[in-house]
C-alpha cells in the first residue's frame, strides 16, 4: 500500500485540498494561491509549517516549476523528453543527486529515481476510487520534497496551455 493518498486534477489555483497517509489520515495541506502572475502552490503540514513552494516558471524552451524551502530553491522540474509512450522529467536537486522521471504523466503511473535507484513510485493500480493515485516513497527519502515534484509534475501534466507556443 502507499504512503500517500492524493486525488488526480485538483491542483487550480486557489484550490486547497489535503493529501492523506495510507490510513487516510491528512497529514498535509495543499494551498493554490490565488491571485499569482504565475501558478503557485504552498504545501504545508496539519500544523500549518510550510515544508514546500512550487512555483511555475515560463521559459522560452521548456517550461519548469520550481520548488522552494524557506524561501531558497531546493529543486527544479523540467521536462527533459515528452514522447507518445512516456514522459520524461529532470528534476535538479541542490546540492543533492539530480531525479529522474519516467512514465505516464496523464495516467499517474511513473518512477522517480535517483542514480537508477527507485525512490518513489506513483500508480493509481492501488485504488479502486476514481480520480485517486498514490505515492510510495522509499525510506529515508525527503517525503515533503518527492509530494512537491508530484504537485508540480500533475499540474505540467494537466496544463492547458500546454503546445500552445506560450
Known sequence: MPKYRMRQKLLSIGEDYTIEDESGRAVYKVDGKVLRVRETFVIEDMGGREVATIR???????DSMKILRGGDTIATVRKALISPFTDRF??????GDDLKVKGNLLDHEYEIKRDGDTIATVSK???TIRDTYGIDVAPGQDDALILAIAVALDEMAHDPDEGKGK
Open 90 to 95: 529532470d528534476v535538479e536537486v541542490e546540492g
Open 56 to 62: 511555475e516558471k515560463k521559459l522560452a524552451i521548456r
Open 125 to 127: 493500480h492501488w485504488f
